[in-house]
T-cell receptor, first 114, second 113 residues
Framework: DTEVTQTPKHLVMGMTNKKSLKCEQH?????MYWYKQKAKKPPELMFV???????INESVPSRFSPECPNSSLLNLHLHALQPEDSALYLC?????????????FGQGTRLTVV | AQSVTQPDIHITVSEGASLELRCNYS??????LFWYVQSPGQGLQLLLK??????LVQGIKGFEAEFKRSQSSFNLRKPSVHWSDAAEYFC???????????FGTGTKLQVIP
């Protein structure tokens, strides 16, 4: 199994809503990532979890809250988002954090904030 | 800090023609280099990677790339393009012990009949 599964595929939420994005992998990878991708732009790193601990937060606003309940799951909790947060949110995982292993990406969650 | 440049924003090729997508990186030590492909609204799929060793790297879907340290380049090539290759292509650079991978701005490939 070389898949990273993200749910939901599409999400529309209001600015006062609370929602969560989910990501799951069963490859035994110990590093997991959240990226944000706006249209016609490259992915931008948001968070990195290494061995279930947050190791990188790229100065992401607190309305985005990551969580790694176990080595296979990664969540991104969303609260009080702004319309400019609408984007494709990509989850990825890699074998470890050393940098010399490739990342496997999920299909993404298309988020629209209204 | 590492950086990567993809000079071509958009490339159009005829089906069956050869393809070369350019990628230039900036990094003081030996970089880890990747090419990813992304179809519209989809995630990224790894085409190939270079960590060390043979500088000509073979990937999936008939793609290859050559690492040229003297030119700080890692160009992606394919001898004969298929219509299904139309997508966005991202070059990325990483480094040993460094969790962040930096993506280039991407090259959109259009394939015409």
């Amino acid at each position: 199994d070389t898949e990273v599964t993200q749910t939901p595929k599409h999400l529309v939420m209001g600015m006062t809503n609370k929602k969560s994005l989910k990501c799951e992998q069963h490859m035994g990878h110990r590093a997991m990532y959240w990226y944000k991708q706006k249209a016609k732009k490259p992915p931008e790193l948001m968070f990195v979890y290494s061995y279930e601990k947050l190791s990188i937060n790229e100065s992401v606003p607190s309305r985005f809250s990551p969580e790694c309940p176990n080595s296979s799951l990664l969540n991104l909790h969303l609260h009080a988002l702004q319309p400019e947060d609408s984007a494709l949110y990509l989850c990825a995982s890699s074998q470890d954090w050393t940098g010399n292993t490739e990342a496997f990406f999920g299909q993404g969650t298309r988020l629209t904030v209204v | 800090a590492q950086s990567v440049t993809q000079p071509d924003i958009h490339i159009t090729v005829s089906e069956g023609a050869s393809l070369e997508l350019r990628c230039n990186y900036s990094y003081g030590a030996t970089p880890y280099l990747f090419w990813y492909v992304q179809s519209p609204g989809q995630g990224l799929q790894l085409l190939l990677k270079y960590f060390s060793g043979d500088t000509l790297v073979q990937g999936i879907k008939g793609f290859e790339a050559e690492f040229k340290r003297s030119q700080s380049s890692f160009n992606l090539r394919k001898p004969s393009v298929h219509w299904s290759d139309a997508a966005e292509y991202f070059c990325a650079v990483g480094a040993r012990g460094y969790q962040k991978v930096t993506f280039g701005t991407g090259t959109k490939l259009q394939v015409i009949p």
